[in-house]
């Protein structure tokens, strides 16, 4: 309703004076603090600052801690885009916009432009950047705007000025949304992680006392074998030791989540790794007429981290994304990014694995990683939670996006370094 209405009062906005338009601008950003969904208020304010400002585009990044950079939010080609668009805290830019604290026109300031790196100037300059707008929140630079025009049309002042109320309100709404996903985000990692390290503690409790009279089951189920000549009777003891069999799997897998298991790290190139788990699926990707192309674009440099276990949280995704497929033209595509810290070193490397798969239904995606949840036939249900705990182990994380008919895209991020 409120968004009709500015729209319409916008196209009308040459035929009302000033005074009207700050009115109507001014009861929008009022409903900015009702909206508590990030996707949702990037969308509604992107809409409503292309209807007001002679602008092409608009990029809006906000600082993101865990990473130590403003990255972009709400965007489609993400993965593309976070390459190149990006500002860290040391950035000359990020000092400018937090000593000045008000927005930097590009056309009017070639001297500060100047001044700025390399890889600013050049986002500036590829991106046909026109104005730079700062969310500024408790005196610091949260958030940062890029206003894109490709006609090197610079944007007047007053539309800028009237637009200036807007911004500032967005910005705390912005910082709001953000706040409120990341406390979101953290608290289903915690939760993921007392459950994995209960089922921890429960397995390695329980493992010996349930091992010991299944060993003995099965020996004696597999003497009676021996014993048997009717056919019938013959395939229902064959049954019999393959449920015990998947008893002891199953055993298996709540071990992989105890805390007493030790990680060792060692120096891995990922590349390599990633090359031997296409070695390994290929097969059971080629009976299925799944292509698995592997998109490298980053250098080969090492990691810390255990190599078997990665390898098997990477088999786990793989094999999934594979199964997930029933189409004659399945494509499973594993791209590799890297990260780099304030000082310029590679500090993080990310892995995803992208399906044209069935997809994930979207209420089973928040219960994915928990054990023993399973939308197979056949399985335990713990893969997934498997390779979370892998990945935890590793201080990285894991997160998995899809939409039902379309595909998976699982991303992983692994930091180069181990703290001591």
């Given at each position: 309703?409120?968004?009709?209405?500015?729209?319409?009062?916008?196209?009308?906005?040459?035929?009302?004076?000033?005074?009207?338009?700050?009115?109507?601008?001014?009861?929008?950003?009022?409903?900015?603090?009702?909206?508590?969904?990030?996707?949702?208020?990037?969308?509604?304010?992107?809409?409503?600052?292309?209807?007001?400002?002679s602008v092409d585009d608009i990029n809006i990044l906000l600082y993101n801690e865990d990473l130590n950079r403003y990255i972009l939010t709400a965007e489609k080609n993400e993965k593309e885009l976070n390459d190149t668009i990006y500002f860290l805290p040391s950035d000359k830019l990020v000092f400018w916009l937090n000593v000045n604290k008000t927005?930097?026109?590009?056309?009017?300031?070639?001297?500060?432009?100047?001044?700025?790196?390399?890889?600013?100037?050049?986002?500036?300059?590829?991106?046909?950047?026109?104005?730079?707008?700062?969310?500024?929140?408790?005196?610091?630079?949260?958030?940062?705007?890029?206003?894109?025009?490709?006609?090197?049309?610079?944007?007047?002042?007053?539309?800028?000025?009237?637009?200036?109320?807007?911004?500032?309100?967005?910005?705390?709404?912005?910082?709001?949304?953000?706040?409120?996903?990341?406390?979101?985000?953290?608290?289903?990692?915690?939760?993921?992680?007392?459950?994995?390290?209960?089922?921890?503690?429960?397995?390695?409790?329980?493992?010996?006392?349930?091992?010991?009279?299944?060993?003995?089951?099965?020996?004696?189920?597999?003497?009676?074998?021996?014993?048997?000549?009717?056919?019938?009777?013959?395939?229902?003891?064959?049954?019999?030791?393959?449920?015990?069999?998947?008893?002891?799997?199953?055993?298996?897998?709540?071990?992989?989540?105890?805390?007493?298991?030790?990680?060792?790290?060692?120096?891995?190139?990922?590349?390599?790794?990633?090359?031997?788990?296409?070695?390994?699926?290929?097969?059971?990707?080629?009976?299925?007429?799944?292509?698995?192309?592997?998109?490298?674009?980053?250098?080969?440099?090492?990691?810390?981290?255990?190599?078997?276990?990665?390898?098997?949280?990477?088999?786990?995704?793989?094999?999934?994304?594979?199964?997930?497929?029933?189409?004659?033209?399945?494509?499973?595509?594993?791209?590799?990014?890297?990260?780099?810290?304030?000082?310029?070193?590679?500090?993080?490397?990310?892995?995803?694995?992208?399906?044209?798969?069935?997809?994930?239904?979207?209420?089973?995606?928040?219960?994915?990683?928990?054990?023993?949840?399973?939308?197979?036939?056949?399985?335990?249900?713990?893969?997934?939670?498997?390779?979370?705990?892998?990945?935890?182990?590793?201080?990285?994380?894991?997160?998995?996006?899809?939409?039902?008919?379309?595909?998976?895209?699982?991303?992983?991020?692994?930091?180069?370094?181990?703290?001591?």
């Amino acid at each position: 309703m409120i968004f009709s209405r500015f729209l319409n009062s916008i196209k009308r906005k040459n035929r009302r004076s000033e005074t009207w338009i700050k009115e109507t601008l001014s009861e929008f950003y009022k409903s900015l603090s009702i909206i508590t969904d990030i996707d949702q208020l990037n969308s509604n304010f992107k809409a409503k600052v292309k209807a007001t400002l002679s602008v092409d585009d608009i990029n809006i990044l906000l600082y993101n801690e865990d990473l130590n950079r403003y990255i972009l939010t709400a965007e489609k080609n993400e993965k593309e885009l976070n390459d190149t668009i990006y500002f860290l805290p040391s950035d000359k830019l990020v000092f400018w916009l937090n000593v000045n604290k008000t927005f930097l026109q590009v056309q009017e300031h070639p001297d500060i432009i100047s001044f700025l790196s390399e890889r600013e100037q050049n986002l500036i300059k590829n991106y046909y950047i026109r104005l730079i707008y700062p969310f500024v929140v408790m005196n610091k630079v949260r958030g940062i705007v890029l206003l894109k025009n490709q006609k090197a049309e610079k944007i007047p002042k007053k539309e800028i000025e009237l637009m200036n109320s807007l911004f500032d309100h967005a910005g705390i709404a912005f910082e709001n949304a953000f706040l409120s996903k990341q406390q979101r985000d953290r608290t289903k990692k915690m939760y993921r992680s007392d459950r994995l390290a209960t089922l921890g503690q429960l397995a390695a409790g329980a493992a010996h006392e349930i091992r010991n009279p299944l060993t003995i089951i099965r020996s004696t189920i597999q003497y009676l074998k021996n014993k048997i000549t009717d056919k019938q009777d013959m395939e229902m003891v064959g049954d019999l030791i393959k449920e015990v069999d998947r008893i002891n799997d199953i055993i298996q897998g709540m071990l992989s989540f105890s805390k007493t298991q030790q990680v060792k790290f060692k120096k891995t190139n990922i590349l390599e790794l990633i090359g031997q788990i296409i070695k390994l699926s290929n097969t059971t990707a080629k009976k299925k007429g799944v292509r698995i192309i592997f998109n490298n674009h980053t250098e080969p440099e090492i990691i810390e981290a255990d190599e078997n276990l990665l390898m098997q949280a990477f088999l786990n995704i793989l094999i999934n994304a594979i199964q997930s497929i029933n189409k004659d033209e399945g494509v499973i595509n594993i791209d590799t990014r890297s990260s780099k810290s304030d000082l310029g070193s590679v500090n993080e490397r990310f892995v995803e694995f992208t399906d044209n798969g069935c997809g994930i239904e979207k209420d089973h995606l928040e219960r994915i990683f928990d054990p023993f949840f399973t939308t197979k036939n056949e399985g335990t249900g713990l893969g997934l939670s498997i390779t979370y705990g892998i990945i935890n182990k590793h201080n990285g994380d894991i997160e998995i996006k899809s939409e039902k008919n379309k595909g998976t895209t699982v991303k992983i991020r692994l930091p180069v370094k181990q703290k001591k």
